[in-house]
Nanobody, 127 residues
Framework: QVQLVESGGGLVQAGGSLRLSCAASGRTFSNYAMGWFRQFPGKEREFVAGISTREGSTRYADSAKGRFTISRDNAKNTVYLQMNSLKPEDTAVYYC????????????????????WGQGTQVTVST
C-alpha cells in the first residue's frame, strides 16, 4: 500500500514563500509521475503541478506558472512544491498524488489519472 505524507503547509503573508514536501512509501517511487493538486472550500480539486518519472519533465496550471516549482528527489522518495510570490487566492488545502500508471509518458493533469493521495496540508496566505 502506497502512503503519501505531505508537510510544509502553514500561514504566510502575501508575497511570501512556502515549500511543500510529500514523502512516499514504497520502492518504486521513481517509476511514477507525481502531482500536486489543491482544493478550495466547496470546490473540486484542481491540478497545480506535476512531474514525470525519471526524466523529470514538468507541467503547471496557468495559476502556478512562474511562481511554483515542482521537483522530485527519487533517492528520498519525495516530491516538493516550492511556492513563491504567494497570493491570498492560493489559500487552499494542497494534496500530493501518485500516478496510477507506471512509466507514463508525460505528466497527467486529470484527477482520475492519480490513484494515491496524501491527507492534504493547509496553506493560508494572509493579506
Amino acid at each position: 500500500q502506497v502512503q503519501l505524507v505531505e508537510s510544509g503547509g502553514g500561514l504566510v503573508q502575501a508575497g511570501g514563500s512556502l515549500r511543500l514536501s510529500c514523502a512516499a512509501s514504497g520502492r518504486t517511487f521513481s517509476n511514477y509521475a507525481m502531482g500536486w493538486f489543491r482544493q478550495f472550500p466547496g470546490k473540486e480539486r484542481e491540478f497545480v503541478a506535476g512531474i514525470s518519472t525519471r526524466e523529470g519533465s514538468t507541467r503547471y496550471a496557468d495559476s502556478a506558472k512562474g511562481r511554483f516549482t515542482i521537483s522530485r528527489d527519487n533517492a528520498k522518495n519525495t516530491v516538493y512544491l516550492q511556492m513563491n510570490s504567494l497570493k491570498p487566492e492560493d489559500t487552499a488545502v494542497y494534496y500530493c498524488a501518485r500516478d496510477l500508471a507506471s512509466w507514463r509518458i508525460g505528466v497527467p493533469v486529470s484527477e482520475s489519472d492519480y490513484g494515491y493521495w496524501g491527507q492534504g496540508t493547509q496553506v493560508t496566505v494572509s493579506t
